[in-house]
T-cell receptor
Framework: GAVVSQHPSRVICKSGTSVKIECRSL??????MFWYRQFPKQSLMLMAT?????????EQGVEKDKFLINHASLTLSTLTVTSAHPEDSSFYIC?????????FGPGTRLTVL | GQQLNQSPQSMFIQEGEDVSMNCTSS?????WLWYKQEPGEGPVLLIA?????ELTSNGRLTAQFGITRKDSFLNISASIPSDVGIYFC????????????FGGGTRLMVKP
């Protein structure tokens, strides 16, 4: 149980384009979903927290207009990186939370050329 | 944001050896979690600890929730090559919307 999927697993895009990443909780309803980014050899950095049907709460320093988060249902959240630039290249990981614990997706490797 | 102090940062050990890593915090948490992350993958939950003083095992893994609520350790006994990865501790407050505060990670390398 508690399986979280992410799609795509990796994406390469040109600078200036937008990229959408999906996060799904497959076997449970997630009241809250979280989006992280991780740079090589570093820990996970929380970007934003989203609750179904409401606006996401962004961490300090994360641009909400650049990283659009939609949490349309209890099993799906999306992160859209708008007008991507090479410095946005990173490993993006989502997690879904039941009442107690966060379960992580497998991550999406974004490379912006 | 805040990070927990996790040590050691990396370990290079011989297969069969036992491993110990720990996390400390200046503030208390209600829950301590230990995750393992392999290259190119998301973290996978290993052990969750919900009560101060709790000692929990999962196969060769044992973790304890410190009595002060400000620390936790993870032990791996008789390490094997597939234990290789990065281990993260995380603290959680019940009234913080399940948000996690992560340690910096311990990179474990096992020599066959």
């Amino acid at each position: 149980g508690a399986v979280v999927s992410q799609h795509p697993s990796r994406v390469i895009c040109k600078s200036g384009t937008s990229v959408k990443i999906e996060c799904r909780s497959l076997d449970f309803q997630a009241t809250t979903m979280f989006w992280y980014r991780q740079f090589p050899k570093q820990s996970l950095m929380l970007m934003a927290t989203s609750n179904e049907g409401s606006k996401a709460t962004y961490e300090q320093g994360v641009e909400k207009d650049k990283f659009l988060i939609n949490h349309a249902s209890l099993t799906l959240s999306t992160l859209t990186v708008t007008s991507a630039h090479p410095e946005d290249s990173s490993f993006y990981i989502c997690s879904a939370s039941n009442s107690h614990t966060q379960y992580f997706g497998p991550g999406t490797r974004l490379t912006v050329l | 944001g805040q990070q927990l102090n996790q040590s050691p940062q990396s370990m290079f050990i011989q297969e069969g050896e036992d491993v110990s890593m720990n996390c400390t915090s200046s503030s208390i948490f209600n829950t301590w979690l230990w995750y393992k992350q392999e290259p190119g993958e998301g973290p996978v939950l290993l052990i969750a600890l919900y009560k101060a003083g709790e000692l929990t095992s999962n196969g060769r893994l044992t973790a304890q929730f410190g009595i002060t609520r400000k620390d936790s350790f993870l032990n791996i006994s008789a390490s094997i090559p597939s234990d290789v990865g990065i281990y993260f501790c995380a603290g959680q407050l019940n009234n913080a919307g399940n948000m996690l505060t992560f340690g910096g990670g311990t990179r474990l390398m096992v020599k066959p």
